[in-house]
């Protein structure tokens, strides 16, 4: 999946404009401009389509978060500067406040059965052996069912 396209999937699953969507960024302290985020979520063959960066979609999620769960006093954490589906993965299961079981029902919702462990193996340090790649495929499942979890 592409950043746009997660960026665009969260967007419909909260019902944001982009005025939220200005505003989620303004939670990390980054003041994103509104064309910039209209160009974000153009067709890929729209003349004035933007890619969403890495960075720029590591602060959109962070800034999720912080308007999920409030944001936590002090210093922020570190933006990343490279994301893979298992960071998006960490993140949105964090702003979401979702535990394994949900998560795992979240799955099964989509038909995809995962155990624990390789729940476990998605959301483990990219170092550590058990590690998983999260492909793409699992990350629609999951957010497709996200929307039905929180549309009920």
């Known amino acids: ?5 997660v960026l665009k999937r969260l967007r419909f699953i909260e019902g944001f404009n ?30 004035d389509f933007k890619i969403l960066s890495d960075v720029e979609l590591a602060l959109f999620l962070n800034g999720l978060i912080n308007f999920k769960r409030g944001k936590k006093p002090g210093k922020q954490p570190p933006i990343e500067t490279e994301l893979e589906n298992n960071d998006i993965f960490k993140k949105i299961k964090i702003a979401y406040s979702l535990n394994s079981d949900t998560i795992l029902q979240l799955f099964k919702l989509k038909g995809k059965i995962l155990s624990k462990n390789e729940l476990s193996a998605f959301l483990r340090n990219p ?9 793409d495929q ?11 979890h929180l549309k009920k």
């Open 1 to 5: 999946m592409t950043n746009n396209d």
């Open 138 to 148: 699992y990350l629609r499942n999951f957010l497709s069912a996200l929307q039905l």
């Open 127 to 135: 170092k550590q052996d058990q590690y998983r790649i999260l492909h």
């Open 18 to 47: 982009n005025a939220k969507l200005k505003a989620i960024f303004q939670e990390v302290d980054y003041d994103a401009n509104l064309v910039d985020i209209e160009a974000w979520q153009k067709d890929e063959e729209a003349s």
